[in-house]
């Protein structure tokens, strides 16, 4: 399987202040993607990022709110704006490899 | 898009004894089934899959069946034990390489 390096695994922010999630993948993949997962929720699907060109939103995502950047074939940033208490979730990435979807460890995001 | 259901949200059983969840999809076009546990704290991963050309698949103590017509399919976990413990959740996918969009979740309690 793919192996994904995410980070920060945690981080307590501020309202109002900016995160940027990085994920490094050990192997060139055409499409990474974005999750939540809010507490005891299941994972909700934030954007497609492909390199080259710019991400997909899911319905009630916007890009003003959650950047994207996909700079090449192994690396991903997801950019979490102007946050508020309600940010407070579990941000992974994912990608796809030989033996299905690889998830990295997760960022566990709290907004104070 | 696609919306997925999985039932029941939580399951108990004895230790020893089978569990089984269950999740309807709505798109006729997915063709691409996982499942993935996730222990408390801990990213979710890939147990078992089933692509649509194929109606069961098993994996020693695990098995999923896929009934395409009724758009359903189901994950059964035979002689539990208590490392079963933990959250599954299901998924379907238009194609690979695609986005997949993810069941409630069942959280699963092995007894001893």
């Known amino acids: 399987s793919a192996v994904i390096s995410q980070k920060p695994s945690r981080d307590i922010c501020q309202r109002g202040t900016s995160l940027t999630i990085q994920c490094q993948v050990d192997?060139?993949?055409?499409?990474m993607f974005w999750y939540r997962q809010q507490p005891g929720q299941s994972l909700t699907l934030i954007a497609t990022?492909?390199?080259?060109?710019?991400?997909?939103?899911e319905s009630g995502f916007v890009i003003d709110k959650f950047p994207i950047s996909r700079p090449n074939l192994t690396f991903s940033t997801l950019t979490v704006s102007n946050m508020s208490p309600e940010d407070s979730s579990i941000y992974l990435c994912?990608?796809?490899?030989?033996?299905?979807?690889?998830f990295g460890s997760g960022t566990r995001l709290t907004v104070v | 898009g696609e919306n997925v259901e999985q039932h029941p949200s939580t399951l108990s059983v004895q230790e020893g004894d089978s569990a089984v969840i269950k999740c309807t999809y709505s798109?006729?076009?997915?063709?691409?089934f996982p499942w993935y546990k996730q222990e408390l704290g801990k990213r979710p991963q890939l147990i078992i899959d089933i692509r649509s050309n194929v109606g069961e698949k098993k994996d020693q103590r695990i098995a999923v069946t896929l009934n395409k017509t009724a758009k359903h399919f189901s994950l059964h976990i035979t002689e539990t034990q208590p490392e079963d413990s933990a959250v599954y959740f299901c998924a379907a996918s238009i194609r690979t390489g695609n986005q997949f969009y993810f069941g409630t979740g069942t959280s699963l309690t092995v007894i001893p």
């Open positions: 994912s990608v796809e490899d030989t033996k299905g979807y690889t």
């Open positions: 990022a492909n390199q080259g060109s710019e991400a997909t939103y």
């Open positions: 798109d006729s076009a997915s063709n691409y």
């Open positions: 192997s060139q993949v055409t499409m």
